[in-house]
Every structure is written in C-alpha cells, then in structure tokens.
C-alpha cells in the first residue's frame, strides 16, 4: 500500500476575509499539488494575528507532511507570518545573513531597515534555492512560506516543486445516466470495501450527455482498478455513458 504525501494550504490575511483582494493562491497550489501526488488535507483562511498564524501553523505542522503559507510576509505592519511561524515552533525571530547580504546586493544605498526586514526569519529557519528565482523560499521544519502576490507565489513554487513529488494519483470516472439517489447504497457499500479508494459522487443538472460522474482516485493504482470492476458491475450498463 502507498501512502500519499499530505499538505495543508494557509492562506493569510485581512484583504482576502473582507473580499478585497480575490483569492488565487491556493486555487493555483490545489492542482499543481494533486498533479505531484500530495493529497491537500485542509485549506484554511485566518487574518493577519499572530496568535492565529501561530496556532494554525502549529496544528497544521503536526498532523500533514507539509504546510504551504501565502500571505503576510513582507516589510509593513501587517505582514505577520514569519512571527507567526516562529512563535508555533518555539523560535525567536532573528536577521538572517545571507539573506540581509542579499538585500544589499540587490538594492545597494537603498536597503534600509524596511527592505531588511526581509531579513529576518524564524532562528534555524532553512532557506530553499533553486535556479529560476534570485530569493529563496524560506522554510521551517515541514512549513514554506511564500509570498501572497500570486505571480511571485507560482514562479517560486515552480522552482522547487519537484522536492514535493511523490507517487501519482491514479484517477478514474465513470459518467452514468443513473440518478444519484439510487447510486448512493451502492457507492456507500463501495467505499466501505475499497478504504484506499476515495469515491466520489457529483451530479449535474446542465449536461444532457450524463447524470453523474463517478470518480476514483488513490496512490495505489491496483487500488483503484479493483473499485472500478467493482463499480461497473454495480451500475446499469444500459445507462452507462463511458469511462474515462
């Protein structure tokens, strides 16, 4: 039995709760993840508060193998997430270096205090590079934290995704005719004789071709096999539109 990596997506700050600004982060990470083999456990929102980032980042680290952050990193007032970072594991914020040196490469007379407070990370914080972008993703034990602006977010996470692969998905559907209320006993039976397969069930109401898709999806590709015999068994083949 393979078990798929798992991860949980944070997003942080006050603009995407009031509807400011919209969010597309983790709209972005969702795919890209599935496609590497990292089941995506949770996704939460929470505001710009330390204790919240804390206490989020904290539950989160301990029950998924990573935690992706977006949001809250940057020099204004408001931008809490490497304090939050640092207090869920206990450590103190401190200038890192190699990164203040950075700064002072890149902005010359202009790396005051406010652009090297980028600078500074949670103590024994790991930093993540990679050829493709000049600023490493920072990294706490299994939490990465990126930026929230959505261009800067994809082009970092392109560039050190392939540390996150892990055995595909193997992914079925079936789409049927039949209605969901009378495929609901025997996609309930189903799951509970296939724990490894996560069975999924969504009806559309717009699409004259079929009734339900029926989705399978695990790590283990025998896995999802078995269910799918299973599956086409249990529907009407007079119903059945096609498998995919």
Not at 64 to 71: K, L, P, R
Not at 176 to 195: I, K, M, S, V, W
């Amino acid at each position: 039995m393979m078990t798929a990596k798992t991860a949980a997506i944070i997003v942080i700050g006050n603009e995407i709760l009031s509807g400011k600004i919209p969010e597309r982060n983790a709209g972005y990470l969702l795919p890209e993840l599935h496609k590497l083999g990292v089941a995506v456990r949770r996704m939460i929102v929470i505001p710009d508060e330390v204790e919240e980032i804390s206490r989020a980042v904290r539950e989160c680290a301990s029950q998924f193998d990573y935690v992706f952050t977006s949001g809250g990193v940057g020099p204004t007032h408001d931008d809490l997430t490497v304090a939050g970072v640092g207090r869920a594991f206990n450590r103190p914020v401190v200038r890192n270096e190699a990164l203040a040196a950075l700064i002072r490469e890149l902005f010359g007379r202009q790396a005051d205090e406010a652009r090297l407070r980028l600078a500074d990370v949670p103590e024994g914080a790991h930093l993540v590079a990679s050829e493709g972008i000049r600023w490493p993703v920072l990294a706490v034990e299994n939490v990465y934290i990126f930026p929230g602006v959505p261009e800067i977010l994809r082009s970092k996470f392109d560039a050190i995704r392939e540390r996150f692969r892990s055995a595909p998905f193997r992914n079925a559907s079936v789409l049927t005719q039949e209605d969901e209320f009378d495929l609901a006993p025997g996609l309930r039976h189903l799951a509970e004789a296939n724990p490894e397969v996560e069975v999924g069930s969504y009806p559309t109401f717009a699409c004259e071709e079929y009734r339900v898709r029926i989705t399978l999806q695990s790590g283990t590709p025998t896995a999802v096999d078995a269910a799918l015999a299973q599956l086409l068994k249990m529907l009407d083949p007079q119903r059945l539109v096609r498998v995919e």
